[in-house]
């Protein structure tokens, strides 16, 4: 899977699931108060943080692969916080060729390719089964972590 395929699929999946979570808040706040109602928040909400935090992490290894800025990357990771703008800012990276290239497994001319942090994504991306256990490992804890912590705005 190229870069910009993992980047965009992960993309859509967030701005998908703020729907599944605005669909939930209709259905607890205006068409099902009450216990019921509050299930569709639970699913919704549970769905889309697991997917935002899965989208904050891609934004980081895609564009630390595409040698985005620092800036730009946080940009990316912000756009998933704000309903759909992850949509638009994945048009305009795509748009723009900030999401060409393949996976960077080999050391370039590129002065940035010296740095530890280009060594250390290259192994990975030379390893890629360890690469996926690590992402996925990382985005478990996470997210246990921020459910043992408990819900945005705390429990309603």
Known sequence: MSPRLFYRTLAFAEAVTWTLLILGLLMKYVWVPGEV????VRVGGTIHG????AYAMTAVL???????SIGLI???????VVPY???PFDLWADRTGKLNGSWRR???DHPGDKTWVDR???WFLNHPVILIVLFVVALVVIFATLLLVGPPGGDR
Request: proline fraction near 0%.
């Open 74 to 80: 946080a940009l990316g990771v912000v756009t998933a």
């Open 106 to 108: 080999t050391e370039t």
């Open 120 to 122: 250390l994504l290259r």
């Open 50 to 53: 697991f997917v935002f935090l």
């Open 85 to 87: 703008a992850t949509i």
């Open 37 to 40: 109602g509050d299930l569709g």
């Open 62 to 68: 895609v564009g630390l692969n595409q040698r985005w």
